[in-house]
């Protein structure tokens, strides 16, 4: 569920500590998702490809996957119809799974890239040398 408030941008200040802090994320494609229990179109294979290798989903647990599959069904029969029955509600499972830049800030989480990590630097002569 997203939360309440005001959407901030992840540099964002304010005066308040907000009530949640962000999720990082390394942004690394997922692997080792779940294969879908039936044989999708190519549509819906593509949708799973995407949705299956979002770096945040390395926080999923078995209900999460399962949400998700659910929701494949639901992309599989809303282009087996054609028409656009059904697309609200794929709109809203996407955005609760965080398929989007704006549901994953409604969420807060962030993807930071693997070099953010801080050197391990052991003497003041060792950090010197890296900032030059």
Known sequence: MPIRGAKLKPE???RVRPTFDWTEVQ????????????KPSRAVADWWTDVSS???CVLWRDSDWRYAIETARL???LHRSKG?????EIRSREKVMGTTMDA?????????????????????DEYLKIVG
């Open 27 to 38: 942004d690394v494609p997922f692997t080792g998702a779940p294969a879908l229990p039936f």
């Open 12 to 14: 964002a200040r304010t």
């Open 54 to 56: 979002m770096p945040h």
């Open 75 to 77: 992309v599989a029969k």
């Open 104 to 124: 994953r800030r409604d969420l807060r989480i962030r993807y930071v890239d693997s070099t953010d990590e801080p050197a391990e630097i052991t003497a003041m």
């Open 84 to 88: 656009g029955a059904g697309a609200a």
